[in-house]
């Protein structure tokens, strides 16, 4: 188990408990990042991540970003074992991983605190309930949530960039094992690659997979 990631390990300068008004910025992480698009599709919302230098604010609105994905994957693998269409290895990965991405999703609302953005409500399009289109977004899923730690990761201050790390070898584990499942190669190149916040949005959006 990683260090316990909290708030004070973030800001440990207290600037934001000094200043309520910079603390609010990160209750306004979700919402400051843009609007909510048309049919609610939250994804207008994600954090903007600017391009300066590390710090606890940034942290803050990085650790949100990676809240969102963990939302969205938890959810996804809570689904897919509770709907009945997994069995043998496939079920076996996806309790496994469920478990992982409610222990992940925990660990980040524990360091947020009150500044963690609230769940959205999902729509999984029959891929929780169909074993061969969990499989193909599963594969999905894992691979987008690496590159978007990976992308995020070098703008966190290095005293929260371990918790970060901790938690991306995990979700590098579950790309490998699902493609495993799959029938493909584990890990299909020697670098992986890194995505951008507009990267990862984008992505997330094409799926609809946020109602």
């Known amino acids: 188990m990683p260090e316990p990631l909290t708030l004070e390990l973030i800001d440990q300068d207290a600037a934001l408990a000094e200043d309520p008004t910079r603390a609010d910025v990160l209750r306004r992480a979700v919402a400051g990042g843009g609007t909510i698009l048309a049919g609610g599709l939250l994804i207008g919302g994600l954090p903007q991540i600017a391009l300066g230098r590390p710090s606890a604010r940034q942290d803050g609105r990085i650790l949100n970003f990676a809240l969102l994905l963990e939302y969205l994957e938890s959810e996804f693998y809570v689904r897919a074992v509770a709907g009945g ?8 990965f996806a309790t496994t991983v469920r478990d992982h991405e409610l222990a992940h999703v925990a660990y980040l609302q524990q360091a947020l605190g009150n500044d963690a953005v609230t769940k959205p409500a999902f729509d999984f399009k029959g891929t929780t309930t169909d074993a061969a289109a969990f499989t193909a977004t599963a594969i999905v899923l894992e691979d987008t949530g690496v590159a978007a730690y990976n992308g995020q990761g070098p703008r966190l201050r290095r005293k929260t960039l371990p918790a970060a790390a901790s938690v991306v070898s995990v979700e ?14 584990p890990a299909p190149a020697p670098f992986d690659p890194a995505k951008s916040r507009k990267q990862v ?11």
Do not use: E, N, P, Y
């Open 201 to 211: 949005t984008d992505a997330v959006a094409a799926t609809g997979f946020i109602a």
């Open 172 to 185: 590098a584990r579950h790309a490998a094992w699902i493609r495993h499942l799959a029938g493909k190669r």
């Open 85 to 92: 269409a997994l069995s043998g290895a496939l079920l076996a």
